[in-house]
């Protein structure tokens, strides 16, 4: 990704994708920011996309992705951020209607926009693309659409990103664990969820940061991994490698300072 041009963040409003878009921003880079319920991100030299923007429309997609270019410039790097979280439920009690929202939001919604926007950087020759999936995505957990669409994520990153890497086009994605987002706190809050048994399994016992997420994101962007392409980068304090050590008795404690 070069000075030129802009970064678009989808689900940018909020969680993962508000962090990512004002990091790129303090960077100097031009954001624009693009949301379902769009709001603008305080404080920050972000650009509102004021239009809802619905990734799982097809027309929607394709129609905001021209006129955000028309208005804003190229895009040379996309962030696919919009996504809603998982409903925890035993397989008997899935409904299709939850199953259905959930890909075609995660899934269905992260292929049409970088499907959009990868096919405008082809025709260029350059650009940039992270999708956001998920440490669900990589293992298990009765979150089922959830896990579902975000393999797929994982799957189509590599996918694009053979498709597209001759001409000059990255596609990578990131798999966030335990983030330390609003929706994150609020289901702690609730009781939904138990901050200790999504800390402890992790290598560092502790929850990710929503700014560490957008830091590997940045970085996958940048010049930096020019060499990069193809790859999906868990960001999860350790909870892939950590996880499994309760089979032999737990994790090493941090010696007393």
Request: net charge negative; glycine share 12%; aromatic share 4%.
């Amino acid at each position: 990704m070069t000075a030129d041009g802009i970064v678009l963040v989808t689900g940018g409003c909020r969680g993962i994708g508000a962090a990512t878009a004002t990091l790129l921003a303090d960077q100097g880079r031009r954001v624009v920011i693009s949301d379902i319920a769009p709001e603008p991100l305080a404080g920050t030299q972000t650009i509102l996309w004021p239009a809802p923007f619905d990734v799982a429309s097809e027309s929607a997609v394709v129609s905001g992705i021209a006129d955000i270019e028309a208005a804003h410039g190229p895009i040379t790097g996309l962030v696919n951020a919009a996504g809603v979280f998982g409903k925890m439920h035993p397989v008997e009690q899935v409904r299709m209607d939850q199953w259905d929202r959930e890909l075609n939001i995660d899934l269905r919604g992260t292929f049409l926009v970088a499907r959009s926007v990868g096919v405008r950087m082809a025709q260029r020759r350059h650009g940039a693309i992270v999708n956001v999936a998920s440490i669900a995505g990589m293992t298990s957990g009765p979150i089922h659409a959830y896990t579902a669409a975000k393999a797929g994520v994982i799957q189509i990153t590599q996918t694009l990103a053979a498709e597209w890497g001759r001409v000059g086009v990255r596609v990578n994605a990131v798999s966030p664990g335990f983030t330390r987002t609003v929706a994150l706190e609020a289901g702690i809050a609730s009781g939904a969820l138990n901050k200790d048994l999504l800390a402890h399994p992790t290598a560092m016992n502790r929850l990710v940061e929503p700014v560490e997420v957008a830091q590997a994101i940045a970085w996958l962007l940048s010049p930096m991994s020019s060499g990069v392409t193809g790859i999906n980068l868990p960001v999860d304090a350790g909870f892939i490698a950590g996880t499994t050590w309760a089979a032999y008795g737990g994790l090493p404690e941090a010696p007393e300072a």
